[in-house]
C-alpha cells in the first residue's frame, strides 16, 4: 500500500472502490473495503437506530450508543429509523484510557476482555459484548486490563461507520 498512490481493490472480479490508500482505509465504500483494509480488521456489529426528539442512537446488544449529530442526519434521512445497520469502528478507535471514556460519555460501553494480546508497543485486546458480540481494541501497553477483566471502553463516534445492512453499501462514515 505504501507504493502506491492509487488502489483498485476487486471482490470476484469486480471494482469495490479506486482511491488513494489512505481514502480506502478512511472511507471504505462498502463492508468488503472496511473489512479488507487494515489489520487488525474493523469490527463490524449489527444495531437498530431509534430515534428520541432530536437526538439518534444505535443499539446493539444490551449497549445504545448516541451518533454524532452528522451521522445521524445521514441515517435519517436515508429513511434507517426503526431498521438495523452494520456499525464499523476500527480497533484503534476502541479506548480504554479513563481520560478518553471520561469525555466520551456517549459512547461508553462495558466488554469483557477474552484474550490479552501484547506486541511491543501496542495491546490488542479481544472483547466480548454480551457474550455474542466479539470486538478488538488496539490500546496503549500501559493498559491495566486482563482476560476476564470487565472493563468500560468508549468508540471514538468520529470515526465510526454506517453501513447498509442489505446493500452493505456506506450510509455515513
Do not use: C
Not at 478512511?26 to 430515534?51: E, Y
Not at 444505535?58 to 450508543?65: E, I, K, L, N, R
Not at 451521522?71 to 480504554?96: N, S
Request: hydrophobic share 40%; charged share 25%; no cysteine.
Amino acid at each position: 500500500m505504501t507504493l502506491g498512490t492509487r488502489i483498485v481493490v476487486m471482490k470476484d472480479g469486480v471494482i469495490q472502490q479506486v482511491d488513494t490508500p489512505q481514502n480506502l482505509y478512511d472511507k471504505p465504500q462498502n463492508l468488503f473495503v472496511a473489512g479488507f483494509m487494515g489489520s487488525p480488521q474493523m469490527n463490524f456489529m449489527d444495531a437498530t437506530i431509534s430515534k428520541k426528539g432530536s437526538d439518534v442512537f444505535a443499539t446493539f446488544g444490551s449497549h445504545t450508543v448516541k451518533l454524532p449529530e452528522v451521522k445521524a442526519k445521514k441515517v435519517i434521512d436515508g429513511g434507517y429509523e426503526g431498521k438495523t445497520v452494520v456499525l464499523g469502528i476500527r480497533p484503534e478507535d476502541v479506548h480504554d484510557e479513563e481520560m478518553f471514556i471520561n469525555a466520551s460519555p456517549n459512547s461508553v460501553i462495558e466488554a469483557t476482555v477474552r484474550v490479552y494480546e501484547l506486541l511491543g508497543a501496542e495491546v490488542f485486546l479481544y472483547l466480548n459484548i454480551d457474550e455474542n458480540i466479539e470486538i478488538t481494541a488496539r490500546v496503549n501497553p500501559r493498559t491495566t486490563a486482563r482476560p476476564d477483566d470487565t472493563l468500560k471502553v468508549a468508540f471514538d463516534m468520529s470515526k465510526l461507520h454506517i453501513f447498509d445492512k442489505e446493500t452493505e453499501q456506506i450510509i455515513s462514515n
